[in-house]
């Protein structure tokens, strides 16, 4: 009995290792491709520090130290890329979230970030479902938005669907979603919230409903509250 028991603890202390050893192992090695495959996609350099197979909160792979752009434009800490498993024997993988961390983009950035998300002509070989970022700072050069969190959803030719972007104090939230043309309708919600330009007013409400595109900005409802009154 006790050489029994010894065998079944020896297999299954093999069978941890065997199914943890892998996410410990850095997988560097695979950096230029994927280097390389995010560049080909996005039109911009791309450079990663290292990489790492993660089986928390969900299989994927974990990229440190992430830049984009010749001047490193736009910078991360990490990016945790959680994969729906079983795709991976199919031709369409499936990523099921792409959570990035600590995001730092600088103003002139922002303008190209839309063709950074726009589908690649072909058959697609993955779909993207989601992109959360958290603790993203804005660079602007008049404003200070504070730090930032998003959610964006992606569609099955991944292109944009839809965001929800909010400030980490929970002062505010902007919902943004895909208009007719190339218009995106806003919706921002704010409370307890000061304006990041301009007077210095403090809203104890505020809920604005608009259009935008590369050229104006229509506001088609605001309601607001200031002082309790």
Known sequence: ?????????????????????????????????????????????????????ALLPAPGVVLKGISVGKFQDAKAESIAVAVDVFSLFAPIKVVNSITIESLNINQDTLGRLPDWFKPSPG????????????????????????????????????????A????????????????????????????????PAGPAIQFDSLHAVARVNAEMLNLNDINAALYGG
């Open 123 to 162: 058959p697609q070989q993955a779909l993207i479902k989601r992109v959360a970022l958290r603790k993203t700072i804005l660079n602007l050069k008049a404003v200070n938005l504070g730090a930032l969190n998003a959610d964006i959803e992606l569609g099955q030719d991944g292109g944009f669907q839809h």
């Open 164 to 195: 929800e972007i909010e400030a980490e104090n929970k002062s505010m939230k902007l919902s943004v979603t895909p208009a007719e043309g190339k218009n995106y309708a806003l919706d921002f919600e704010a409370k307890n919230w000061k304006p």
């Open 1 to 53: 009995m006790k050489w029994t028991k010894r065998l079944l603890y020896t297999a299954a202390i093999i069978g941890v290792l065997a199914i943890v050893l892998p996410f410990l192992i850095p997988l560097d090695f695979l950096v230029p491709r994927i280097e390389k495959a995010a560049s080909d996609k996005i039109q911009e350099p791309v450079a990663i520090q290292s990489m790492r197979l």
